[in-house]
Nanobody
Framework: QVQLVESGGGLAQPGGSLRLSCAAS????????VGWFRQAPGKEREGVSC?????????IYTNSVKGRFTISRDNAKNTVYLQMNSLKPEDTAVYYC?????????????WGQGTQVTVSS
């Protein structure tokens, strides 16, 4: 059974950091591209970042997080991470990870349940 489980969310102050984890089970994460998405209240879901499969390991970031967020993977732990630094209140959202069927430019098929990130003083 394919599962993605996010963790690591919580409350952070502006300028602070959090590291989100996306733990996979039921498949080998290294063979797939994995993306992070977020959805704030009243807003549409947006793509935050994506890392390609281990064959390429290229990364993509939306402009608003470039230079602040870093996506990475640990294939031994079957986990993808999103390191979030210099957090801003506008980063507040539920963050989800998803598995892409082929590449970061394609469709995705499995989602996690999400983890809440709140940035506030």
């Amino acid at each position: 059974q394919v599962q993605l489980v996010e963790s690591g969310g919580g409350l952070a102050q502006p300028g602070g950091s959090l590291r989100l984890s996306c733990a996979a089970s039921g498949f080998t994460l290294g063979g797939y591209a994995v993306g992070w998405f977020r959805q704030a209240p009243g807003k549409e879901r947006e793509g935050v970042s994506c890392i390609s499969s281990s064959r390429g390991s290229s990364t993509i970031y939306t402009n608003s997080v470039k230079g602040r967020f870093t996506i990475s993977r640990d294939n031994a732990k079957n986990t993808v991470y999103l390191q979030m630094n210099s957090l801003k209140p506008e980063d507040t959202a539920v963050y989800y990870c998803a598995r892409y069927i082929s590449s970061c430019r394609g469709a995705y098929d499995y989602w996690g349940q999400g983890t809440q990130v709140t940035v506030s003083s």
